[in-house]
């Protein structure tokens, strides 16, 4: 497989062309002949025009590139080395939903071939790929895992807006069903990842790595998030004290926040909804995810209160949210924590203006019903500036003083400002 890959006897396809599958795609296309398959045809056809619609990468990246992008199965049935990137969310009750991963094992088990190869790059729980998609490919095809065709496992590691850290500079995990299908991964990831590969011993191992990356960085957020609300009963600034406390070595420097996007804030509910159904609930985790995912109701009481105490009359107010973004300086707005913040304000019959030089105002009306304000107004009772977009740094004491009351709040989520706005009541995490 890997010589006729290298050689451009046989195709390499990846199916998923979002924010993982397309960069992936690219750096693959480099180097070997590449099928980038998408259901999508509007964004197959930007892609054709050498755009990505997830606006990460520039359309120099398409370049000197030897890719098909298409959302024809018979065009993907040409292919023999399949790559799965399709997105892997939970729904409104944070049970995993992976209606898009079982849509695209089906259309594997359509196209493929014996000898052929499928990784999975999509975040799973342990056990997802040999027990959920496995079966829906094998009752399609007709083949079986080992005998008729290799599957293997490969979590993604990109990170949005992340310029530094690319597929090509993080050393890669693989897995296989086997030992020759583990060997033929690696060497097919070595062509693209310069860091190297490190080899599971499992894909189930594979599966549990990926999950427990992100299942800890939203442990540690959530403790700094329950230190910020204890040091603020204190009056303590929160970050003055992790400034203090980051001398130390061998601290970890974790900050409070908003907990959004498609992976910290998604990924524990996979680890924990396998436990459950093995019979053992979750108890460190899901209290984790219970302080993040009740920050966004713990600001917006918070800038009330402000408000009741100091402007008067709540429905005559008005709070200006600057960032509606998922994380700093990229447009995804999936599973924006923000949207939660400006629910609960309004919810509190607050009027909200919401800004950013990054989200889409169509999109953020189609996904939480809220579009961004055109002009920016003054005599703001508060300003909560939720995500640190580099557009934001330049901003001085002088500006958030032209646009907010006297007795006005600067509610800072992530403590850019703390040593700049003098003029107004100051308040972060």
Known sequence: MYQDLIDKNKTLAVIGLGYVGLPIALEFAKKIKVIGFDINAERVALMREGIDPSN????????????????????????NFFIVAVPTPVDDHNVPDLIPVQRASETIGKVIKKGDY???????????????????????????????????????????????????TIIKVVSGCCNESLDTIAKVYELVVMAGVYKASSIKVAEAAKIIENTQRDLNIALMNELSI???????????????????????????????????????????????????????????????????????????????????????????????????????????????????????????DITDPYADSNELNHEYGFELTEKIASEYDAVIVTVPHKEYMKLDDTYFASIT????????LKGTFRSVIKSRKYWSL
């Open 56 to 79: 990460e990468l520039e359309s120099s990246a398409f370049e000197n590139c030897d890719i098909t992008f298409t959302n024809e199965l018979d065009v993907l049935r040409t292919a």
């Open 118 to 168: 499928v990784v999975y790059e999509s975040t799973v729980y342990p056990g997802c790929t040999e027990e959920d998609c496995v079966p829906i490919i094998e009752k399609l095809s007709g083949l079986k895992m080992v005998v008729d065709y290799k599957i293997g496992y490969s979590p993604e590691r990109i990170n949005p807006g992340d310029k530094e850290h690319t597929i090509s």
């Open 230 to 352: 204890i040091f603020d009963k204190m009056n303590i600034n929160t970050y003055e004290v992790l400034e203090a406390a980051g001398t130390k070595w061998n601290f970890l420097k974790f900050q409070p926040g908003l907990v959004g996007g498609h992976c910290i804030g998604v990924d524990p509910y996979y680890l924990t909804h396998k436990s459950k159904k093995l019979g053992y609930d979750s108890q460190v985790i899901l209290a984790g995810r219970v302080i993040n995912d009740g920050m966004a109701g713990y600001v917006a009481k918070k800038v009330l209160q402000y408000i009741i105490q100091n402007n008067g009359n709540v429905k005559d107010s008005r709070v200006l949210v600057m960032g509606a973004t998922f994380k700093e300086n990229v447009s995804d707005i999936r599973n924006s924590k923000v949207a939660d913040v400006v629910k609960e304000l309004k919810s509190y019959s607050l009027n909200v």
């Open 405 to 412: 009351k006297e007795k006005g709040l600067v509610a800072d």
